[in-house]
Nanobody
């Protein structure tokens, strides 16, 4: 069974940076895409960024220019570099991995809190 784990969340002051890591295990297949979502407290889940197996990236308008998604050295590992963080970035960040023939798998999430 595929397992997805996020790490790297924490508390940071506005203007600071954090790097989140998503790692999927339990499969011999490479993910076709890996996507970050976030859910601010009391709000709906929203798209943050995604990367495909071929390296194509996509960003939400609210994070473009501040966040960078990239593939890690290990298979099915992705990093989300978050710079110039704002209080509105405070949320639980979730990673989801799409694997052909296996479906879509979600992690448990990691909390990011940006203080003003």
């Amino acid at each position: 069974q595929v397992q997805v784990k996020e790490s790297g969340g924490g508390l940071v002051q506005a203007g600071g940076s954090l790097t989140l890591v998503c790692a999927a295990s339990g499969t011999d297949y490479s993910a076709t895409s890996i996507t970050w979502y976030r859910r601010p407290s009391g709000k709906e889940r929203e798209f943050v960024a995604s990367i495909t197996r071929t390296g194509d990236t996509n960003y939400a308008a609210s994070v473009e220019g501040r966040f960078t998604i990239s593939r890690g050295n290990a298979r099915n590992t992705v990093r989300l570099q978050m710079n110039v963080l704002e209080p509105d970035d405070t949320a639980v960040y979730y990673c989801t991995v799409q694997i052909v023939g296996s479906g879509q798998w979600w992690g448990q999430g990691t909390q990011v809190t940006v203080s003003s």
